[in-house]
């Protein structure tokens, strides 16, 4: 904003500046990486109906954008390596919308130490990736796989027939909103220090378990659906529920999420939950897994804390209720 002088009356200007981003064009025949390679940062390359086989790697912020995922097709060329790998040192922003990315295939890795392997998508290092309508089906290993530090949303989108529906390593995020994971052999797995997030997503007929969580990391399940997995809805990797030694350090938390029960028809075939302890996320009101210590709680109340009745009174009833108001959420650890 500049202020000038008219014939003695102050006017401000305002200017505005239009920011496009260049789109690119690829048709089919011609090579989606070769464009990615030339393209400028931001930009839109765009995918109109047909099949692509190639092996791509993001290494720059941008926009993949197809006709949809039934028309638009990116199909694994090379054996042991990812359909599309997204990564940078340096924080980039990656979108992909309206493909279907298919067929990652291998025996094995072509760089396991490096992790490139037949997956359908591989985020690693400090990329922020975005998927959107998308399929990410028949996979090798995972449909997806988020390590390092990258950050991954997936909405509206669907896994299947992978290994894996989708695998958060590291200390990588995953988002899911209005996704659908089915008919892989693990639905989702979060492990070491990894952050993943479901909400109001599908999670069924996944060969073994619906939600598989290990070591350190932190699951949280909200308004969704984990059905007729054939083993267990949502479970841990610990003793008692696997034949492990791995202890857990994470957490689990959610809320009105519908897993049946294993005489329900749509009933997980082992058990809904592995612990038990796990089946407040059926209920409205939710809860935490592990549950907080009472000293962790008291540590959090407010000094001195909110009371009714005397100080002085011979029984003190200390209550904590739904976690979910306000009020109470101050004191959630």
Same mark, same amino acid.
């Given at each position: ?189 979060? /492990? ?12 069924? @007929? ?8 290990? @070591? ?82 008291? /540590? ?34």
């Amino acid at each position: 904003m500049r202020s000038f002088l008219i014939a003695g009356t102050p006017v401000l200007l305002f200017t505005a500046l239009a920011l496009c981003a260049p789109i690119i064009e690829v048709n089919v025949g011609e090579s989606i990486q070769a464009a990615i390679d030339s393209a400028p940062t931001g930009a839109i390359i765009e995918l109109p109906p047909g099949t692509w086989h190639e092996n791509l790697t993001i290494a720059k912020p941008l926009t993949l954008k197809g006709a949809g995922a039934t028309e638009t097709i990116i199909s694994s060329d090379e054996a042991g390596y990812p359909v599309i790998l997204v990564t940078s040192q340096q924080t980039i922003s990656v979108t992909i919308e309206g493909v279907a990315i298919a067929g990652g295939y291998g025996e094995g890795c072509h760089d396991q130490a490096g992790g490139l392997c037949p997956h359908g998508v591989l985020a690693l290092g400090q990329a922020r990736l975005e998927l959107i309508s998308c399929e990410v089906q028949g996979n090798a290993l995972c449909g997806l796989f988020a390590s390092d530090q990258a950050q991954v949303t997936a909405a509206q989108t669907a896994f299947t027939h992978n290994q894996t529906g989708v695998w958060v390593h590291s200390s990588a995020q995953a988002q899911l909103e209005q996704a659908t994971v089915f008919q892989n052999d693990y639905g989702l797995v979060a /492990s070491a220090r990894a952050n993943l997030v479901v909400r109001g997503s599908t999670i069924v @007929d996944n060969a073994r378990d619906g939600v598989l969580v290990a @070591d350190g990391a932190r699951v949280y399940l909200w308004q969704s659906e984990i059905a007729r997995n054939g083993r267990i809805g949502v479970c841990l990797d610990i003793p008692g529920c696997y034949r492990t030694q791995r202890n857990f350090t994470g957490l689990v938390r959610g809320a009105g999420n519908t897993v049946p029960s294993t005489g329900d028809p749509n009933g997980n075939g082992l058990a809904p939950f592995c612990p038990k302890d796990l089946v407040f996320l059926r209920s409205e009101l939710g809860g935490i897994y592990p549950a907080p210590a009472p000293e962790a709680l008291f /540590s959090r109340l407010p000094l001195p804390p909110p009371m009714l009745g005397s100080p002085q009174a011979t029984v003190v009833m200390i209550e904590f209720s739904d976690f979910s108001c306000p009020y109470c959420a101050r004191f959630t650890l």
